[in-house]
């Protein structure tokens, strides 16, 4: 069987993390979390007092960044230049400044060049906001998540209170939301889209099993079989 891409897109908080990482214990394929990754980059800039807005200083900061992934017990951990961030790049004021320095021109190219050289040669399900569109056109499964901007805010004030992240209100959530979703969208490259080929799933009203056995469904059954994972390591 050839390389295969699955490509889940959709706004923040719709549940892509959570529904990739099931796809990819499944199907026994790799996931890579780009989100986490621009997350990353929006951390940095923070930490070294750059606006995310600056193209000129981000360029500078892009050329020695290192992002890395470890995934230890099913638990995915981020590194950024060596230091275990995971909890740090999930916090509202990061997630504005992911998002703002997700716009740039120069940092998408440089995530997508770090992106394609991890999954170019490997079985892989991959979520963000321009997997289906940008990353992976070519993917041969692409899917689209959507729900409701409350519903989205909910999932993500309760996921901050499960890592004991608490200096956060609910509205302060939803506003980061509305806020990622209008700058996703209207990014002049490379913006979040549903491609006329991705299948849609609205979660808003679905448990994450639901949302997971929908996509399976959409998948052909050699795929979900045990030997599907052969050769994607």
Known sequence: MNHFQIAIDG????????????????????????GAMYRACGL??????????????????LKDIRIDMLY???IQHVFLDGTDVSDKIRMPGVSVAASDISSLRS?????VEMQRAIAGDKNVVLDG??????VF???????FLNADPEER?????EELNARGITNQTYEEVLADIKYRDHQD?????APLVRTADAIVIDTTFNTQEQTFEKLLECLPPELTAEEASKGSN
């Not at 906001?129 to 940008?134: L, V």
Request: charged letters at 30%; a positive charge; proline letters at 4%.
């Open 11 to 34: 706004p923040s908080g719709s549940g892509k993390s959570t529904l990739a990482k099931a796809v990819s214990r499944k199907l026994g394929i790799l996931y890579l979390d780009t």
């Open 185 to 189: 969208s209207t990014r002049a490259f």
């Open 72 to 74: 230890e017990n099913g």
């Open 129 to 134: 906001r321009d997997i289906g569109s940008n």
């Open 137 to 143: 056109p070519e993917a041969k499964y692409k899917f």
């Open 44 to 61: 940095k800039a923070l930490e070294l007092q750059i606006s995310p807005k600056d193209e000129a200083a981000v360029i500078e900061m």
């Open 107 to 111: 940092v998408r190219e440089k995530m």
């Open 153 to 157: 805010a909910v999932r993500r004030f």
